[in-house]
């Protein structure tokens, strides 16, 4: 039979999953298993009209521009996606590279994708990052699930070594949106390929909607892979209103710094200990994981557990009316699981406080 446990453990969300899993658990389901901005863009700026008929092509390219000016590239360097998922599955088959290294611990689809496509694939630790000697290296900054983010001057370091012996760099920047400081985007091109993701910061990942940044001859391979119709008409003006509306995206990142800070301040409450995180999600550990993946889905909070890191949890951010109910959960777990294993964690967590 199958660890319910490990269900999860591959990718955020299957709600679906979970409440088969936890049948008795209150509805409706708080979803943190996945690292998505809990107030999304506002869509009823999106017409209706855009329903009732096929996406344009025109409008895609009007998109990029769009896009590029965030990002601060030329447009003819970023084709539209249908998601970053999409985007960092077709760059195997494009670039047709022989081997990669990837900066691991990481998102599992960049290690499978090329696999999949018969590349050799070394995995080496961020340490090793200053050092490489090898065709091709993927990155992703921030890190996922641990949030760590690199300095735009060690990738740009790493960039010109890579581009002086014919190498690739990938850079995965699918939730760099909240810290647009350490994006490389701008350089994108010459060897070096960004991957954008709309949905996390936007908050709209079901619209799957993405970007591959790259030379011009790259990012036509990518919108040819692709097809005249990329994007639905609801990906393609959601996302042209929502990357030209600066101010939201100003306020929206005030907001995550702030709710961030307020998550990982009630789970070292709790009895977490902290292992990184950032704008957008908390990783965290525990001796008893296990029993809090489980505490918590028994009442509708799906958090997303690790297989190859039975100690570790993520947790997303709840949307501002959900606090009370996580607290409520959290508080509760501490009172069972710590009590019934010694309070190990809390004292681990008081440790790492003093």
């Known amino acids: 039979m199958t660890d319910v446990h490990e269900i999860f453990a591959h990718h955020g969300g ?10 008795d658990a209150p509805k409706p389901w708080l979803d943190l298993s996945t690292g ?69 611990p990481t998102y599992g689809s960049h290690e499978n ?5 018969g590349a050799k694939v070394s995995i080496i630790d961020n340490k090793s990052v200053g050092n490489l000697q090898t065709g091709a290296v993927v990155l992703v900054n921030p890190n996922n699930p641990d949030g760590h983010l690199f300095e735009p001057a060690l990738i740009k370091n790493l960039i010109a070594r890579q581009t002086a012996r014919d190498g690739w760099t990938i850079i995965d920047e699918s939730f760099i949106d909240p810290t ?3 994006s490389i985007a701008s ?7 960004v991957i954008r993701s709309f949905g996390k910061f936007f908050g709209l990942p079901g619209l799957r909607l993405g970007f591959v940044l790259a030379d011009p001859a790259v990012a036509s391979c990518v919108r040819q892979r692709f097809g005249d119709w990329p994007l639905s008409p609801q990906a393609l003006e959601s996302g042209l209103h929502a990357y030209r509306d600066i101010s939201w995206q100003e ?16 789970l070292s409450a709790a009895g977490f200990t902290s292992i990184g995180g950032g704008p957008l999600f908390q990783l965290v550990r525990s001796d008893n994981a296990r029993d809090w993946f489980r505490h918590l889905a028994n009442q509708g909070i799906l958090t997303r557990p690790f297989s190859g890191q039975p100690s570790w949890l993520r947790f997303g951010l709840p949307a501002r009316k959900e606090w009370p109910r996580l607290e409520r959960a959290l508080e509760q777990g501490r009172a069972t699981i710590t009590s019934r294993t010694g309070s190990k964690d809390l004292r681990d967590s008081e440790d790492a406080r003093s």
């Open 251 to 266: 306020n929206s990142r005030q907001r995550l710094a702030e709710d961030a800070l307020r998550l990982e301040q009630i």
């Open 14 to 23: 299957r709600l679906k999953e979970a409440a088969l899993a936890f049948p």
């Open 113 to 117: 994708a090329w696999r999949s496509a």
């Open 180 to 182: 647009p400081a350490f």
């Open 36 to 104: 998505i901005n809990p107030q999304s863009w506002p869509m009823q700026q999106v017409s209706l009209s855009c329903y009732d008929r096929l996406p344009d092509p025109c409008d895609v390219f009007t998109l990029e521009a769009a896009a590029a000016a965030v990002f601060g590239t030329a447009a003819d360097r970023v084709a539209a996606v249908p998601g970053a998922e999409a985007g960092l599955r077709a760059l195997p088959d494009i670039l047709r590279l022989k081997s990669v290294s990837i900066v691991s």
């Open 187 to 193: 350089e994108a091109g010459n060897r070096l390929v």
